[in-house]
């Protein structure tokens, strides 16, 4: 499972023209799945997105989580994120999971922030999505729960 997790000021995405998810301050992430994901990938991406400590504490040290700050999580699934360009310019996307198991994994992986305390709201999967943010810092962080960067 592959992350782009954003600090945001706020984000939101529509879906024809129409809002289904905003937060204001927290993270923004783009989730890949990828074929052969599981549960424990879900755990593992939950547990960095739900610790990750990249807020400003009172002596301006990235030092504080999303619990810390009070903040929220737009998870937007991106299937994108499994492409592959190393062969040409046309990204292949064989490494992405096929929607029925994407899916779920994706739910998945909301239900174990929001059990974390921390409140999450959603894109739409399998739907063409307008995402609009304000990065904060800008501060982005890539996970893969592979570890393959």
């Keep these: 499972m592959r992350a782009v997790i954003q600090r945001v000021t706020g984000a939101s995405v529509d879906v024809d023209k129409a809002r289904v998810g905003e937060i204001k301050n ?3 992430c783009l989730i890949g799945v990828m ?4 549960e424990a990938d879900c755990q593992y991406i939950a547990k960095k997105i739900t610790g990750l400590r990249v807020f400003e504490d009172a002596e301006d040290k990235m030092n504080l989580s999303l619990k810390d700050v ?11 994120l ?12 064989s490494t992405a999971a096929r929607p029925e198991i994407a899916e779920p994994l994706f739910e998945k992986l909301r239900e174990m922030i929001l059990a974390s305390g921390i409140p999450v709201e959603t894109g739409r999967f399998r739907t063409h999505m307008e ?5 904060d810092g800008p501060v982005t962080i890539l996970l893969d729960s592979r570890r393959e960067f």
């Design 70 to 80: 009070g903040g929220s999580v737009l998870l937007v699934s991106q299937f994108t």
């Design 26 to 28: 927290g993270f923004m």
């Design 131 to 135: 995402v609009a943010l304000v990065n």
């Design 82 to 93: 499994a492409g592959d360009v190393r062969k040409g310019n046309r990204p292949s996307f």
């Design 35 to 38: 074929d052969g994901d599981t």
